[in-house]
T-cell receptor, first 111, second 114 residues
């Protein structure tokens, strides 16, 4: 089955850029997503990219997709303390109505 | 709009007890799903539904039942609770199951089985 890998922790200084990485195994995924989870809350969709795109930018967020290497990244520019959260990479599973999630990357932003 | 509402927010059960986790959405979404979140494992799909009267199994369906008698509600039933079912449970919905439809998540139910 599909496997989605993320590093578990990332620590950045306030104002710097954060880059959260994700690798996956199934090349048939048509949509790839980034979700944010704040403490005690559900998941919030941040952005998504269609598999025929290489890059998508949305304000401070930039998503890069390298289909050859099966690598997805989320760059957050000018990282703020409010960006501290867990970030999940997720893929639409080929022909099925379900999302496959990575384990999540905990982003800590320090002054 | 309330979005996706889950109740209860917290629950403690004894092994062998049964209970129902409630999920309701007021967005007229066809697609609803249940996930469990465990440390270091992300979210795993338990069951999903593409419309009223239609349900299907996800990755980890054992020990759980669902039904979808209305568009709005998608309850998750634990038949005989086991400690391995201690987890945080999330319900999600989207307009359809299509990939360009964002899933809206509830705030979760934190369940402990003793």
């Amino acid at each position: 089955g599909e496997d989605v890998e993320q590093s578990l922790f990332l620590s950045v200084r306030e104002g710097d850029s954060s880059v959260i990485n994700c690798t996956y195994t199934d090349s048939s995924s048509t949509y790839l997503y980034w979700y944010k989870q704040e403490p005690g809350a559900g998941l919030q969709l941040l952005t998504y990219i269609f598999s025929n795109m290489d890059m998508k930018q949305d304000q401070r967020l930039t998503v890069l997709l390298n289909k050859k290497d099966k690598h997805l990244s989320l760059r957050i520019a000018d990282t703020q303390t409010g960006d501290s959260a867990i970030y999940f990479c997720a893929l639409r599973d080929g022909g099925y109505n379900k999302l496959i999630f990575g384990a999540g990357t905990r982003l800590a932003v320090h002054p | 709009n309330a979005g996706v509402t889950q109740t209860p927010k917290f629950q403690v059960l004894k092994t062998g007890q049964s209970m129902t986790l409630q999920c309701a959405q007021d967005m007229n979404h066809e697609y609803m799903s249940w996930y469990r979140q465990d440390p270091g494992m992300g979210l795993r799909l338990i069951h999903y539904s593409v419309g009223a009267g239609i349900t299907d199994q996800g990755e980890v369906p054992n020990g759980y039942n669902v039904s979808r008698s209305t568009t709005e509600d998608f309850p998750l039933r634990l038949l005989s609770a086991a400690p391995s079912q201690t987890s945080v449970y999330f319900c999600a919905s989207s307009l359809t199951g299509g990939g360009n439809q964002p899933q809206h998540f509830g705030d979760g139910t934190r369940l402990s089985i003793l």
